[in-house]
């Protein structure tokens, strides 16, 4: 455990004090701090948007004019800030020479990679709850808008998913790290997976569906169903789409379904907010199949790291 | 007899059905500098990061101080110091910060780790650029650091995987000095990987040969260069002569029954020549 909790704190102080903390902290501090501020400076005209009852969650998902809402910086950002702190992290040791110095070290060998999957991760969520802290502090003190227990609860739990979200993309980029030899090559790849889970997803979702249930101008509903219901399938594999899912519900608790369902059923319904423990129901299986794909991505990892060869050159 | 500090029995090593190191037999007894020989390829390393836990040997064993290395890692490595063929520093942090950060990782408490950092810095002599970033270090300081990283953690052996590569003479010469002096004042056992025979044979007590994944010679360089003649000898005669056989003479000698061969050998063979002589053989 010795060697665990040493590695930890040397990332940690390493990350802490890098320019890519700085910089990237002082990008994603700019901009969801300009999204607010805009937001609440304009909030008379979003106000029929705005529901009274959850006015604090509501700053968060809802978009200003040209620029789009914090969660989607999020889900947007978040990827990035992963990568960048995953991509390089076994290689640069490597190709350093310091990982056989360490490893000759009296410590196991997974204390190097938990150690560093660890302090990054730590590094990200200091990184996430700060701005989260900042913009509710702006909020409170602009707008004077005191957020209930619940909504503190909601950004509680999306604190959380934002976590995972972007622990998967950070263990992608360990994983790359430990593939590939050159720094380059893994950034490259993580940066590519990253548009295609982001990107063209969208689209060969909906080609295979229409391929597979095609839809024209006499189409019944259900058919329209179910070619919604395969593109949301295709979808689901990749974790943008998932986290989006969950911080729709989580953030907005008068989401109750996803896609074209949502659109059939809830004309019947009130429309009443979801109680959070309701809220959570609706996302669950994206909550699990996200954390899911973190531990999958990490286990990966591991494994070929333990197995690899420490070689100085 | 001597203790036996590092024993590797029938050590093997496959990569993709290669056979990069071919049951090796080794054995180096305590307070030796034992020099471990072979050109490049020819599973030095292999053999290194087997005795240290870090590669998993196909089959065999190697034990440090009675620890195997497979099973006990952390006991080996803790006694076992590596310093790894061009060794490598985290270049943004002081040479103090990343000696630091290997007293940590060894469990040492900060305030012997403190005292221990100063010392073994002025041993290597870097003192004056202890609070310097390696970074800005040369190759020959970077090399000295790593030998102080060997030192810091107090090991009972310290294994050199070609300590003195890419260094100028001095550089080696400080360093070769540096390996002596571990040797004798800390009592430390040493192996130490090369293939620039001249310097092992300078400080080698024994040196063992590896060829192909093979040891071909272990033991002292006399015994070595005794085994050497000795294959050779076999029916054959050894002449001193002074000053040299005229041609006429080695003419008749050649035209007795029996003599097929006659060879000029100068007295000694030198590590070179033994060295050579294997690997043409291997």
Redesign the interface.
Known sequence: M??LK??FW?EMA?HLGSRKFIILFAIILAISVSVVYILSQNISEYFSEISKEYMFLNLFTTSAGSLPSFIFFVSFFGPLIGIIFGFDSINSERS?????????????RDALINGKFLASLTTIGIMLISIILIILGLELGVLGIIPNFEEILRMGLFFVASIIYIGFWLSMGILFSIVFRQTTTSALISVMLWIFFAFFILMIASVIADQIVPLNQNSTLEVAAKNDEIKNMILRISPVVLFQEIVIALLNPSARAFGISSLVKLNDLLPTSLSISQSLMVIWPQFVGLIALMLICFAISYIIFMRQ????? | MKKIVLEAKNLTKFYNHNKVVDSINLQIEEGEIFGFLGPNGAGKTTTILMALGLTEPSSGEVNIFGYNSTREPLKVKRITSYLPENVGFYEDLTAQENLKYITRLNNIPEKNAEEKIKEVLKIVGLAEEAHKEVGKYSKGMKQRLGMAAVLVKEPKIAILDEPTTGIDPKGVEEILNLIVKMSKEQNITIMLSSHLLYQVQKICTKIGIISKGRIVAQGSIQEIDQNLLKTNQEDSFEVKVNPELSPVVLDSIKKIEGVNKIEKKSSEHSLEEIYIKYFREG
């Open positions: 010795n060697g040493v590695v040397k390493d350093r020479g310091t990982m056989s110095t360490v490893l000759s070290q009296p410590i196991y060869e420490i070689r100085a050159t």
